[in-house]
């Protein structure tokens, strides 16, 4: 029994090879040419300076995406791939790679905001300070 599983499994892998080898080929070659290209025009109408901007890039990177898992399907490839993978990785250093993250960082509230959490605090802590210090003196004259 073990061993005609470990045969399926061995038949399973090599079949697996070959429609990935398959899909490599052929799915990097239609993914550059069918999604890419259409991306690079939507890419080309934007100012250089909106590609950093993620409301000017969204669709454009959206409709990529889906290309990508489109091809893939018709394919019959895995999506998503190895191959996936390094493809958007090229276009992120050719096309995102002067973006800073300051768009996207966690900034502080603004002070108005942020301030009553730090003197509201700071006050119930003197608030209580000053009640025990009060409390203890007035009980050391009751016995």
Known sequence: MFKGNNLFKGAFAANLSVLTSACSNNYEYAIEEF??????????LLDQHQWCTWEDT???YGELTNCTFLVALKMNCFWPNSLVDEF??????????????????LHDPPNRILGPFIVVPILVTLLMTALVVWRSKRSEGIV
């Open 35 to 44: 999604c890419l290209g259409k991306f690079k025009l939507d890419m080309e």
């Open 58 to 60: 969204v669709e454009s």
């Open 88 to 105: 958007f990785i090229r276009v992120h250093r050719h096309y995102f790679h002067d973006c800073s993250l300051t768009g996207r960082l």
